[in-house]
Structures are given as C-alpha cells and as structure tokens.
C-alpha cells in the first residue's frame, strides 16, 4: 500500500458545499447569460408541472361527445411539449456555454497564479499536482457548472412546485407522501458527507499519481540509464491502484446512497398509488385527479433521485475548487512591493550585496550565503569560482529575486531589490542558466525567447555569435525545425548554446552566465567564450564556473566557500596568494602529480 500523499496530510478534507460559493468572483462576469440559463430553467420547470393539469383534463375529459374540445386538449398538451423541448434545449445550450466559459478563466486564472509563484512554492508542491488541479479538478467543476448544477436547480423547482400542486391536489395523499421525507433526507446527510471526504481523497491519489508519472517522464532518459523502470512501473502502479481502491469505496457509497433513496421514494409512491386507487373506486376523487397527483409524485421523487446523484457531485466538486482555492490563495514569500519604486529608463548595472544571509526555505538550518559583502561596478565581470554548494547559484538567485534573503539588502543601481517590481529589473538582466532550458517549438522561437519583438536577422546574428548558427542551419528545417520537448533532438552543448544565443539577443544591461559553457567542446567553448567576452563590454557580467579558464580574464574573481567569500582578486593575485584557489587553479593547470598534491591538500 503506497503511502497517502502529503498534500493529504497538509491540507483539510472538504466538508461544505458552501465552498462552492467561491466559484462566484468567475461567474459573476457573465450573470446576463447565467440570468437567461436561469429563466430558461425556470420555463422548463414550469411547463414540465404545467403537463399534468394537461393529462388530467385529457383523461377527465376523455368520454365528451365533442370530438373538437377533446382535440384542443391533445393540442394543447403537444404544445406544452413542444415548448418544454425548446426551453431544456435552450436551457442546455446557455448553461454548457456558461461551464465551458467559467472553467476555461479559472484555468487561466490558476495558471496565471501559479507560473509567477516563486521557487519556494515549488520546493513545497509537485509541477504534476498543480497540473492535475488545472485539469482534474477543473473538469469536475466544469460538470458541475455545465450540467449537475442546472439540473439541480431544476429539480429543486420541480420538488417545490410539484410539492405545491400536490397538496391542492390531494391534502390527504400529499400528508401521506410527506411522511416518507424523514427516511430519504438520514441516508443522504450520513452517506453524503462520508461520500465527501471520500471524494475529495480520491482526487488527492490521482494528483499524487499524476505528479509521479510527470517526475518519471520527464526524467525518462535517467531512469532508462539506471534500469529504473520497472521500479517507476510499479511505484506509478501502486499509487493508482491506490487512486482506483479509493474510487471503488467512493462508488459504492454512491451506489449505497443512490439504492436506498430510490427504493424509499418509490415505495412510498406505490403506497400512496394504492390509497389513490381506493378513493377512486369509492368516487372519492375522479382517475384525472389520481393520475395527475401521480405524476407530480413522480415528478417529486424523481427530482429528489436526481438531487440525491447530483449531491455526490456537488460534494467532488466542492473538493475540487477547493483545491483550486487554495492554489489561488497560496500566498507568495516573494511578493512585490504594493507602491514599487522606478528604475531610470537606462539601468547601469551597478550590483551591491550588503551582509546577506539566506537559506533555502526547505533547509533553513543551512546557510547557503552567510553575511556575503559585494560591491560590483557598472561594466565590471565579475566570476564566481569555488567548490559545488558554496553559495555560487545562490547569488544568482537572489539576484533574480527568486528568493529573498534572510537578512541583508540587495541592491540594484542603488535601490533595494524588493522595492522593486520583479519584472521591471528582470527585464534588464540575461540568464544562462546552468541547465538550459529549450521549449517544444521551433529553434528560432526558442531564441526569439529572448525578446519577443527580434527580428530574424536579429536572431541569426545572436545565434552565429553563440556559434549556434552552424548547427542549427543544418538541421532539417534550418531556423524552423522543431526541437522537441525539452530539446530531445539537440546535444548538450547545442543546447547551452541556443540558450547563449537567447540571452544575447536579450542585449540586458546585466548578463548572468551561471555555468554557460560547461556543456560546450574545446571548439564550441572558444568560440562562445569570444562572444561572451564581445558582449560583456559594457555590460556588467556574473560569471559562475567550475573550469577556472573560462574565467582567468575576469576583472576580478570571487573565491566562495562554506557560503562565504574567502578571497578576491585577478587570476594572477589569487594564485599568488595561495589558499582555495590556488589549490584548484593547480588541479586544472598542472600535471598530474600536482594534481595528486592538491586533492590531498583538498582532502585535509
């Protein structure tokens, strides 16, 4: 048995229907067309209790002489069904429209929501759950909305309206009819609220199976190296047998409720046919009356059937946007200032770190940068070398505002970072990050990523300078060949260097190259290291690097550790001082028994 995944565990079960009430905010935009679903449900309701009267007069009337009034009332019975199939085909047109529309702007609303979440947000949640309520939990709303809420409106209508007409009906048959409430109204509260925990169970087993299968495929190149599938086979297997085991208890509450209701409505209504039935042999009440009290029985207990299948997807659905509540509630650590200050229409590129300390929200007890000083001048490249967990990435992080340090300030031209709006500075900086990312479309879209409004001649020229053009002209469709997801059909290196190209064409003030040619050949990584040193000038540079080649003529070089900056310097001064990196430049540079020397020298 797998275990139950944490979002179970995080998140409270839905209890109230009530909760349906924040689906309002997205209906709300379009009440005119909501306001004619509803007159269209109201007419149906109306004429589906209007056709009894008609029965009864056709059957009370049945023996006339006069062939001509007897004819007026078949008419005007076919009439009543002519328009009670106009307004439920109105009524299901209006209402579908209302659903798809709804649905489709809370998708985009979580969407929205959701992709400018910071990375914290997704340390703590699976990409596949948040994909899984996108869809999921949105077509259960969708059904609700498009269909089971209209319905339930409907018969709610006939219920009242027919209960009405059976009391000026028959007082006598409708009392009796109203004795058989009681035992409906118990099974469907006790089962119906079992009936929601289930539910919205069975949705969280089905996000956790969804999150898994997108972790495991989007890795399958890992996972098929290391022999793993089987192990993922059946990891994905037990968490939706798990979801299926959930869904058949969820199934048979339904069924439990739906046997229970319908077996007691309708014996009720066989009871009452049969106390009918005595009145009119004792000429108590004429057949018409009896048939037409029947059928607004049946008009009652079959909406109370319906309300009773309806409620259980009132209950799923509740879930449902729950969980789509909280998505678009999820507060963000990173928040924008409500009064932003402004950037000067040209930003410098002056960087400054002023004793920041932050840790990772999901290791808060390591520092990943401890007190970290830096002033870095406009125009000035500054690399950052130091062994793996040192805190390199990190300042690259916090410089994007992915995260917010601990303590400390950072600052931009002189104003603080979280002054700032995210995309106001952002637009001034060019990331290369360390694992590239390239987009299913094609090689040219994927460049023009950089900056939407570049022309073509634009991107080519940012692509021959990240020495991509090669390549990417000998691919099928030159400039237009699809890529892939995630670029399945370009190498390592390719990739680095469409995402070099992008961040060319980006032409920012700051350029971020964090790792930008570890994936690159000798060849590759001269002619891009010539590009990037081309387009540095003037601009303010952070390098991240392990191969201290690539960064010997930095005009200065950061040296971190531990999350702290040990040393800086040029190339030339740091050797000589000795320390980290004189012991890692010796690694890189020298012979092997150097080598040998300096991993011990590491080691201690």
């Known amino acids: 048995m797998a275990k139950a995944p944490q979002s179970q565990e995080d998140r409270a079960t839905s209890r109230k229907i009530g909760v349906l009430q924040a689906l309002w905010p997205f209906i709300y935009p379009y009440r005119l067309?909501?306001?004619?679903?509803?007159?269209?449900?109201?007419?149906?309701?109306?004429?589906?209790?209007?056709?009894?009267?008609?029965?009864?007069?056709?059957?009370?009337?049945?023996?006339?002489?006069?062939?001509?009034?007897?004819?007026?009332?078949?008419?005007?019975?076919?009439?009543?069904?002519?328009?009670?199939?106009?307004?439920?085909?109105?009524?299901?047109?209006?209402?579908?429209?209302?659903?798809?529309r709804v649905v489709s702007d809370i998708r985009k609303a979580v969407f929205d929501r959701t992709i400018a979440m910071s990375p914290a947000f997704f340390e703590q949640i699976m990409t596949g759950e948040v994909l899984s309520r996108i869809t999921t939990d949105t077509t259960l709303i969708q059904s609700v909305l498009g269909s089971s809420a209209s319905i339930a409106l409907r018969n709610m209508l006939i219920f009242m309206g027919g209960l009405v007409l059976m009391l000026l009906t028959s007082a006598k048959l409708t009392v009796l009819v109203l004795l058989i409430v009681p035992a409906v109204v118990v099974p469907i509260l006790f089962l119906g609220r079992k009936l929601r925990s289930i539910?919205?169970?069975?949705?969280?087993?089905?996000?956790?199976?969804?999150?898994?299968?997108?972790?495991?495929?989007?890795?399958?190149?890992?996972?098929?190296?290391?022999t793993h599938e089987k192990a993922s086979r059946d990891q994905f297997a037990d968490l939706t047998e798990t979801a299926y085991m959930v869904s058949q208890r969820r199934i048979r509450t339904r069924a439990y409720l739906t046997v229970i209701v319908i077996f007691l409505v309708f014996s009720g209504v066989v009871g009452v046919l049969w106390i009918g039935a005595n009145d009119v042999r004792a000429g108590r009440m004429s057949e018409g009356v009896l048939i037409q009290f029947v059928i607004y029985a049946i008009l009652v207990a079959g909406s109370v059937a319906a309300l009773s299948e309806i409620w259980s997807e009132l209950q799923r659905a509740a879930g449902a946007t729950e969980r789509l509540i909280e998505l678009l509630e999820t507060e963000d650590s990173v928040k924008d200032p409500v009064a932003p200050q402004m950037l000067p229409n040209t930003v410098k590129g002056q960087i400054e770190f002023r004793d920041v300390t932050f840790s990772y929200p999901t290791r808060l007890n390591a520092k990943a940068l401890d007190a970290v000083s830096l002033d870095i001048k406009p125009g000035e490249t500054i690399a950052f070398v130091g062994p793996s967990g040192a805190g390199k990435t990190t300042i690259i992080q916090l410089l994007q505002r992915c995260y917010d340090p601990n303590a400390g300030q950072i600052l931009l031209d002189g104003l603080p970072l979280d002054q700032l709006q995210r995309s106001a500075f952002r637009q001034h900086m060019a990331l290369v990050p360390q694992n590239p990312v390239i987009f299913a479309a094609s090689a040219r879209e994927n460049i023009r990523f950089g900056r939407p409004d570049a022309t073509n001649d634009e991107i080519e020229a940012a692509a021959r300078a990240a020495a991509a053009h090669d390549f990417v002209t000998a691919l099928p469709d030159g400039y237009d060949s699809f890529l892939g997801e995630r670029g399945v059909m370009l190498s390592g290196g390719q990739k680095q260097r469409i995402a070099i190209a992008r961040a060319i064409l980006r032409n920012a003030p700051v350029l971020l190259l964090d790792e930008a040619t570890s994936?690159?050949?000798?060849?590759?990584?001269?002619?891009?290291?010539?590009?990037?040193?081309?387009?540095?000038?003037?601009?303010?540079?952070?390098?991240?690097?392990?191969?201290?080649?690539?960064?010997?003529?930095?005009?200065?070089?950061?040296?971190?550790?531990?999350?702290?900056?040990?040393?800086?310097?040029?190339?030339?001064?740091?050797v000589a001082q000795g320390g980290l990196y004189a012991r890692l430049a010796r690694l890189q540079f020298t012979d092997g028994s150097d080598v040998r020397q300096s991993l011990q020298e590491l080691a201690q």
């Open 33 to 100: 067309l909501m306001t004619a679903a509803l007159a269209a449900l109201v007419l149906t309701a109306a004429v589906s209790l209007t056709l009894p009267l008609a029965v009864r007069r056709v059957v009370d009337n049945f023996r006339l002489s006069e062939a001509a009034l007897l004819n007026q009332y078949f008419m005007a019975a076919l009439a009543i069904a002519a328009l009670l199939a106009i307004g439920t085909g109105l009524r299901y047109a209006l209402v579908t429209r209302l659903g798809e």
């Open 199 to 226: 539910s919205r169970e069975n949705q969280d087993w089905i996000a956790a199976s969804s999150g898994n299968a997108g972790e495991a495929l989007s890795a399958v190149q890992t996972v098929q190296a290391f």
């Open 519 to 574: 994936a690159l050949d000798a060849e590759s990584e001269r002619l891009v290291q010539a590009a990037v040193d081309e387009l540095s000038q003037g601009r303010t540079t952070l390098v991240v690097a392990h191969r201290l080649a690539t960064v010997k003529k930095a005009d200065r070089i950061v040296v971190m550790e531990d999350g702290a900056i040990v040393a800086t310097g040029t190339h030339d001064e740091l």
